[in-house]
T-cell receptor, first 115, second 109 residues
Framework: IAGITQAPTSQILAAGRRMTLRCTQD?????MYWYRQDLGLGLRLIHY???????GKGEVPDGYSVSRANTDDFPLTLASAVPSQTSVYFC??????????????FGAGSRLTVL | GQNIDQPTEMTATEGAIVQINCTYQ??????LFWYQQHAGEAPTFLSY??LDGLEEKGRFSSFLSRSKGYSYLLLKELQMKDSASYLC??????????WGAGTKLIIKP
């Protein structure tokens, strides 16, 4: 079934630890995105990639890094987790990031708790 | 700055009609999206408007007025499964989506 797979589904992490959230899509979409969603706030863009080999910073990039070695994978790394990074993380993809009709497909989300 | 305003929560009755409003201010405009998000799940695409007017898709319709910076999502013949959050997201001049906090819709029998 075509779509986006995120892992892990949920994770409890000690502050200061390194964590990588995985995201894989099989739709051959060019663009991929990482968002965080916190209660009472809209989705906030962390990092994005318009095409394989390129990445860009979103609204809240500090403390996060990404890579896009190929079309399918877009991992998000927290180098040293802090409690304020407790959130639900959504990976998304779309066919063309420079088109108006840029419909996003989302993964199921990764719930991260940093203690 | 860029800003999205939509009601935090609305309540409606099964079988009724509800309108969820969204006002926005963005740097440039390349259309507006509505997404539905059930609790604990991912957002899913509902509609996209780039021109003024009403777009109808089954029980759901979406309206856009670019000059007023205003959109609404109209849900008819409400069903219990429509209980969800509805996210308004205009797209700015850089094709970046600006997300509202969402409107939580509660459907009562």
């Amino acid at each position: 079934i075509a779509g986006i797979t995120q892992a892990p589904t949920s994770q409890i992490l000690a502050a200061g630890r390194r964590m990588t959230l995985r995201c894989t899509q099989d739709m051959r979409h060019n663009a991929m995105y990482w968002y965080r969603q916190d209660l009472g706030l809209g989705l906030r863009l962390i990092h994005y990639s318009n095409t394989a080999g390129t990445t860009g910073k979103g609204e809240v990039p500090d403390g996060y890094s990404v890579s896009r070695a190929n079309t399918d994978d877009f991992p998000l790394t927290l180098a040293s987790a802090v409690p304020s990074q407790t959130s639900v993380y959504f990976c998304a993809s779309s066919y063309d990031s420079s088109s108006g009709a840029n419909v996003l497909t989302f993964g199921a989300g990764s719930r991260l708790t940093v203690l | 700055g860029q800003n999205i305003d939509q009601p935090t929560e609305m309540t409606a009755t099964e079988g009724a009609i509800v309108q969820i409003n969204c006002t926005y201010q963005t740097s440039g405009f390349n259309g507006l999206f509505w997404y539905q998000q059930h609790a604990g799940e991912a957002p899913t695409f509902l509609s996209y408007n780039v021109l003024d007017g009403l777009e109808e898709k089954g029980r759901f319709s979406s309206f856009l007025s670019r000059s007023k910076g205003y959109s609404y999502l109209l849900l008819k013949e409400l069903q219990m499964k429509d209980s969800a959050s509805y996210l308004c997201a205009p797209m700015d001049s850089n094709y970046q989506l600006i997300w509202g906090a969402g409107t939580k819709l509660i459907i009562k029998p």
